[in-house]
T-cell receptor
Framework: AQSVTQLGSHVSVSEGALVLLRCNYS??????LFWYVQYPNQGLQLLLK??????LVKGINGFEAEFKKSETSFHLTKPSAHMSDAAEYFC????????????FGKGTRLSVIA | DVKVTQSSRYLVKRTGEKVFLECVQD?????MFWYRQDPGLGLRLIYF???????EKGDIPEGYSVSREKKERFSLILESASTNQTSMYLC??????????????FGEGSRLTVL
């Protein structure tokens, strides 16, 4: 069975600082991994995804994530936080390789301090 | 752009009422999903559907049912609403076979309060 653990329900960074949101997964098959973002009072939108190929994945708004099989991790990073990055971020893994539905982590709320 | 539309953004209902949450997608996606979002619990899957008239239980189906009579529409039904069903409900869709396999497209959510 697939599962996702997001370390830290709330992360606070200063504007311009590095953003690091942690995600570890467990999967009995090669996983497809996703990061979604949810801005206040909105639905979720895809930031980036890993399916196969290059393990460093670039997404929208300057975010990227690296798939590390040995560590079963898919951490999300951004070199320099912007106030507009304040949102909730969800890591997700596919239940079966390439097929939905996704299993989501509990989310990490990112606050950006001016 | 893919659009998933949920009919109501905010609803207030009374305990015991029957509640319908409607979701429509305009991209001819095969898959549709209903998730429930609660603080500290993330998204939990209630029901999903891979095709018209097909439905599968997710992780928390108790107290809910669904209907998919047309490909573009997926309805969530609370037969007798209870206060513990106060939550944000998110509908999503995805294509079955495509380069975007696995990616979900979400509606903006329906926030239900049961009094």
């Amino acid at each position: 069975a697939q599962s996702v653990t997001q370390l830290g329900s709330h992360v606070s960074v200063s504007e311009g600082a590095l953003v690091l949101l942690r995600c570890n997964y467990s999967s009995s098959v090669p996983p497809y991994l996703f990061w979604y973002v949810q801005y206040p009072n909105q639905g979720l939108q895809l930031l980036l995804k890993y399916t196969t190929g290059a393990t460093l994945v670039k997404g929208i708004n300057g975010f990227e994530a690296e798939f590390k099989k040995s560590e079963t991790s898919f951490h999300l990073t951004k070199p320099s936080a912007h106030m507009s990055d304040a949102a909730e971020y969800f890591c997700a893994v596919s239940r079966n390789s390439g097929n939905t539905p996704l299993v989501f982590g509990k989310g990490t709320r990112l606050s950006v301090i001016a | 752009d893919v659009k998933v539309t949920q009919s109501s953004r905010y609803l207030v209902k009374r305990t015991g009422e029957k509640v319908f949450l409607e979701c429509v997608q305009d991209m001819d996606h095969e898959n549709m999903f209903w998730y429930r979002q609660d603080p500290g619990l993330g998204l939990r899957l209630i029901y999903f559907s891979y095709d018209v008239k097909m439905k599968e239980k997710g992780d928390i189906p108790e107290g809910y049912s669904v209907s998919r009579e047309k490909k573009e529409r997926f309805s969530l039904i609370l037969e007798s609403a209870s206060t513990n069903q106060t939550s944000m409900y998110l509908c999503a869709s995805s294509p079955l076979y495509s380069g975007r396999s696995g990616e979900l497209f979400f509606g903006e959510g329906s926030r239900l309060t049961v009094l």
